[in-house]
């Protein structure tokens, strides 16, 4: 039985009109055009105990939104869903206490008061025991090195701290379905590394089934089998990431370094040249071609040396956004 | 229950441990609220500079009348005031999502996070009017006072939050209306006098749909020995209405914002 | 000035925004007042219709001019100025070339325009009431200077609620100093009570002091006859406090913004 059941699921959005200048404002104080975007648009899909996937798309592309939905803070338009077997937008308290949220740059700790305060409350909220309270917040501190900022005052820490305080307060009573809003923005890049590792290993660890949505395509390599990309509210894609470079990428990336300088018309007669420098050449060659063409080069040109590449996912993911196409 | 009187402990804590790092707010607050009561005094005696009694109420009874609202106004500022004032706020960035995904009422979480412990006292301050006015002045027989006076007062007190609630959970309707509070405080303002100024149109009003006389009026009565039974039950009976009214209002406004924000 | 035009054309643009808040801000002021008017008519009514010289008719124009001036004249920049100091924000203004209370002032303009707009049907209906009293004489000649009166109240309010915003650069709650401000020009300004119907003392005190050149004052010379000795020396005192609250506005900016970039905040 999926975690996470969605068929269908719609989510559209009405808003004003509003343009600019005072002449438009005064308009608008009579009459205000109303327009609709839909920002989900009929998604299907189904998520199993334990994994980890991936939402990936940018901004707008209606991540939050299916998130918001899968947790019961938006309802849909129109469709079904099912989470742990309940319906998320019913917001039964036995739902809600099973799942946790977090939304990366939103504080749902108390902004004056030590992070523990904030731990305590959630503890009564989601009625934890004192044994398993305690329990689960050394252990969560010890795994995310923050043991002695518990008690210092939220606002006097860094957004790293802050965001591992927010997980912990998520974490507190240890929900089978964790949703991550973009968890990494914002953060430097040591933070982002550790949230990974962090987020890696406690799925590995209590098999808790973990929604993450970022458009940092870093989130998604280093944390996701499978990557559900979603733009302009529709799925292109949901699969496994390797399998998604396999669809859509017909061609790998050589780059040689060469002795002695080569000519760009030279090595055009092979195959398209991305770059080229005198002494270094950067080719796309189908998936084919790739051992011919490498055999080829090293007999043929004075290689100093030669790298084989995937395309880098970026380009396979902005190649699927701007085509538009699944 | 008991789940809900433990969270109630832990926001009040954290709000007592709030007043005791912002001091200077908390002294701030207490000279503030003495400001105004000692402005409202001076127009008492303003007033009766010139007259014995206005609509059947002496000096003294006024004064009693003051206290007894400040008494409510104070109790509704200390406890649930700030907390609900936040709610248009809390909409419009987006922290409201998070509220409403806990397993907690969310009126109960959004109305008892922020308590005012600078108001208790002053809450002395104003017994200590109604004392004045009382001593100055007639006063009803202690065992009328003790059975007429606390259900009037818890009334009051469950009307003001239903009011306060229902401004405020326009908050989910538009964008811009943080400043609601506003017309609350406004119309509270009047009711410091006795409302029988205003006609009997307005006083009709204030019985019923915009219930200031059975907030602020009813309790000072008992006080006096001027109310009837009638006016005694008739007032939970508004408190009910109100609250069911304001709680309904509320669950429909968060059931539309999840259609439609 | 092509420059105040344009900054005061988008303050505008971003207060029809806040409609919302300024009518409620709007029913917020006239509620304060309401309950006054009802209360003296019931006094002047019990004690035969008449109070050293007031009478019913002229106690509730006394309150419906008081709306109506605390609709155009009075400015609130305290809590605006008080607010950006506050945060910082207002740190943006002082590098434009504008002078920060320039800034504030046009700010407040577009707010009193957008409030005036909304206060149209309040104001028919205060006229209305005026008209059922009877109407009132306005003295003709009278009335130019009824203008020039009111006109000068506006600087003495705005510098003095100016000043008040400034001690934001201080106090990190304002609030006191607001509160002291709203009572005080609230009791002395004559919101409450006529002068003549408060105790000599008090009226002493308020003698002393801005709020009741920018606001009795202009009232009294549009409802009566004044010798023109009279609003002669009115007008001196408008002019007096509007220079001396002037400076005082200078002075007290200087010393905060000193303090604020020695201290920071």
Same mark, same amino acid.
């Given at each position: 039985?999926?975690?996470?059941?969605?068929?269908?699921?719609?989510?559209?959005?009405?808003?004003?009109?509003?343009?600019?200048?005072?002449?438009?404002?005064?308009?608008?104080?009579?009459?205000?055009?109303?327009?609709?975007?839909?920002?989900?648009?009929?998604?299907?899909?189904?998520?199993?105990?334990?994994?980890?996937?991936?939402?990936?798309?940018?901004n707008g592309a209606g991540k939050t939104t299916t998130l918001k939905m899968l947790s019961g803070i938006l309802y849909p338009t129109s469709g079904e869903a099912k989470v742990l077997g309940h319906v998320p937008w019913k917001r039964e308290k036995k739902y809600q206490k099973q799942f946790a949220i977090v939304m990366g740059q939103k504080n749902q700790l108390w902004w004056d008061l030590p992070a523990m305060d904030s731990f305590i409350l959630n503890k009564e909220i989601y009625e934890v025991p004192d044994a398993q309270f305690k329990k689960t917040v050394d252990g969560l501190a010890e795994l995310l090195e923050i043991k002695d900022i518990l008690d210092v005052q939220v606002r006097k820490l860094s957004l790293g701290q802050r965001m591992k305080c927010e997980l912990i307060a998520a974490l507190l009573h240890q929900p089978k379905v964790l949703f991550l809003d973009e968890p990494t923005i914002g953060l430097d890049v040591v933070s982002q590394q550790k949230m990974r590792e962090f987020i890696k290993t406690y799925n590995e660890q209590k098999k808790t089934t973990i929604l993450l949505t970022s458009h940092y395509m870093e989130d998604v390599k280093a944390l996701c089998k499978r990557v559900i990309i979603i733009d302009h509210g529709e799925i292109r894609y949901d699969g496994a990431l390797s399998a998604l470079i396999d669809k859509y990428v017909d061609h790998k990336v050589i780059t040689v370094t060469f002795t002695k300088p080569v000519e760009r018309v030279d090595l055009e007669k092979f195959c398209p040249v991305m770059e080229c420098t005198p002494l270094r050449a950067v080719l796309n060659v189908p998936n084919e071609e790739v051992k011919k063409v490498a055999a080829k080069?090293?007999?043929?040109?004075?290689?100093?040396?030669?790298?084989?590449?995937?395309?880098?996912?970026?380009?396979?993911?902005?190649?699927?956004?701007?085509?538009g196409k699944s | 229950m008991r789940r809900y009187l433990k969270l109630l402990k832990i926001l009040v804590r954290v709000s007592f441990i709030r007043a005791l790092m912002f001091r200077a707010a908390f002294y701030m607050d207490i000279a503030y609220s003495f400001i105004w009561l000692g402005l409202f005094f001076i127009i008492i005696q303003i007033l009766f500079s010139h007259t014995e009694e206005i609509a059947g109420w002496s000096r003294a009874n006024l004064i009693v009348l003051l206290g007894v609202w400040s008494f409510l106004d104070d109790l509704g500022a200390g406890t649930f005031w700030d907390g609900i004032k936040r709610l248009p706020d809390l909409v419009a960035d987006g922290a409201m999502d998070f509220i409403l995904a806990r397993p907690v009422d969310s009126q109960f979480l959004i109305a008892a996070e922020r308590f005012r412990f600078s108001r208790v006292l002053v809450i002395l301050a104003d017994v200590g009017l109604i004392a004045y006015g009382l001593t100055i002045g007639e006063m009803a027989p202690w065992h009328t006072i003790i059975l007429r006076f606390p259900v009037l007062v818890v009334s009051g007190y469950i009307i003001a939050l239903s009011v306060v609630y229902l401004l405020h959970t326009l908050g989910f309707w538009f964008l811009r209306i943080n400043n609601v509070w506003a017309l609350y405080d406004g119309l509270e303002g009047i009711a410091k006098y006795p409302l029988d100024v205003f006609g009997r149109h307005i006083k009709l009003l204030s019985l019923t749909i915009v219930p200031l006389t059975v907030m602020f009026m009813f309790p000072a009565q008992a006080l006096l020995g001027r109310i009837t039974t009638l006016e005694v039950l008739y007032a939970p009976v508004v408190a009910a209405i109100f609250f069911a009214v304001a709680r309904w209002f509320y669950q429909y406004s968060v059931r539309r914002y999840s259609s439609v924000a | 000035m092509k420059k105040y035009w344009t900054i005061f054309r988008v303050e505008l643009e971003n207060t029809i925004a806040f409609r919302g808040p300024a009518f409620i801000w709007m029913l917020f002021d006239l509620l304060w007042i309401v309950v006054y008017p009802f209360i003296w008519v019931f006094i002047i009514r019990a004690q035969g219709g008449e109070i050293q010289g007031w009478n019913v008719t002229a106690i509730i124009l006394y309150f419906v001019f008081m709306a109506v001036m605390n609709n155009f004249i009075l400015?609130?920049?305290?809590?605006? $100025?008080?607010?950006?100091? /506050?945060?910082? *924000?207002?740190?943006?203004?002082? $590098?434009?070339?504008?002078? /920060?209370?320039? *800034?504030?002032?046009?700010?407040?303009?577009?707010?009193?325009?957008?409030?005036?707009?909304?206060?149209?049907?309040?104001?028919?209906?205060?006229?209305?009431i005026i008209l059922r009293l009877g109407g009132f004489t306005i003295h003709a000649n009278q009335a130019p200077f009824a203008i020039l009166v009111a006109l000068l109240a506006v600087p003495i309010y705005f510098l003095s609620a100016f000043i008040i915003g400034l001690t934001s650069f201080w106090l990190e709650d304002s609030s006191i100093a607001r509160t002291i401000f709203w009572t005080t020009s609230g009791l002395f300004g004559g919101q409450y009570a006529p002068f003549e119907l408060m105790p000599r003392f008090l009226d002493r005190i308020a003698s002393a002091l801005p709020f009741k050149y920018a606001i009795y004052f202009p009232l009294r010379v549009a409802s009566q006859t004044m010798s023109s000795a009279e609003i002669l020396r009115g007008v001196l005192m408008q002019v007096i406090w509007m220079i001396a609250l002037f400076i005082l506005a200078k002075l007290v900016w200087k010393k905060g913004l000193t303090r604020y970039s020695a201290v920071g905040r």
């Open positions: 039985m999926p975690i996470i059941e969605v068929k269908n699921l719609t989510k559209k959005y009405e808003y004003y009109k509003k343009a600019p200048g005072l002449l438009a404002s005064m308009k608008s104080l009579f009459h205000r055009e109303k327009l609709y975007t839909e920002a989900v648009k009929n998604i299907s899909f189904t998520v199993e105990e334990g994994e980890l996937v991936g939402f990936l798309g940018p080069i090293l007999t043929t040109y004075p290689v100093d040396d030669i790298l084989i590449d995937e395309v880098p996912v970026e380009d396979v993911i902005r190649r699927i956004f701007t085509t | - | 400015m609130h920049p305290e809590v605006h $100025v008080g607010d950006e100091i /506050y945060t910082g *924000n207002f740190s943006n203004y002082i $590098v434009k070339p504008l002078s /920060y209370l320039m *800034n504030a002032f046009i700010h407040e303009t577009a707010w009193k325009v957008v409030r005036t707009i909304l206060f149209v049907p309040i104001l028919f209906l205060l006229i209305l």
